[in-house]
């Protein structure tokens, strides 16, 4: 769906990770989330650089979603804000090109409906990995489970 998107800045795009992990979630929801993250990154970061899409399991039974690019990183005194509705990092950014500031706060509020947690790390000047945080429903080799929607 953003491979489009990439390719017109000649960016690659790695999926790795975990097949077999399962979260209950309404999948147009948690869709959303993560092309809000993809599209960030790829808006972000540099022409022929890469960015990483890898699901793997963490600790406490959750499922980490983590969307790794190489941009220029968010300064540290704007990280604690970027989940904030209308809120832009670059003021200067007129909406036509930088958006109204609603993608991150929505891809928040999807992956808090989902029970989950989503966080940034960002190094000015290194890129930043934002990681979804969702409880496992199974790891399991069965793709579809009865009463629900993983």
Not at 23 to 30: E, G, K, N, S
Not at 48 to 70: K, P, T, W, Y
Not at 98 to 118: F, M, P, Q, Y
Not at 119 to 130: D, K, P, Q, V
């Amino acid at each position: 769906m953003l491979e489009v998107l990439a390719e017109e800045k000649r960016q690659g795009i790695a999926v790795e990770g975990d097949p077999d992990l399962v979260v209950f979630a309404d999948r147009l929801i948690l869709r959303q989330a993560i092309i809000n993250l993809l599209d960030n990154a790829i808006k972000y970061s540099p022409v022929e650089s890469h960015i990483l899409l890898r699901v793997h399991q963490g600790a406490d039974a959750q499922v980490f979603v983590d969307v790794i690019a190489h941009g220029p990183g968010i300064p540290g005194e704007h990280q604690p804000y970027v989940f904030d509705r209308f809120y832009r990092v670059d003021k200067a950014r007129t909406r036509e090109w930088g958006g109204a500031g609603l993608g991150l706060s929505i891809t928040r509020w999807a992956v808090e409906a989902h029970g989950g947690t989503i966080t940034l790390e960002s190094e000015e000047g290194r890129g930043c990995t934002f990681r979804i945080a969702l409880p496992v429903l199974a790891h399991t080799s069965k793709r579809h489970t009865k009463g629900g929607s993983p």
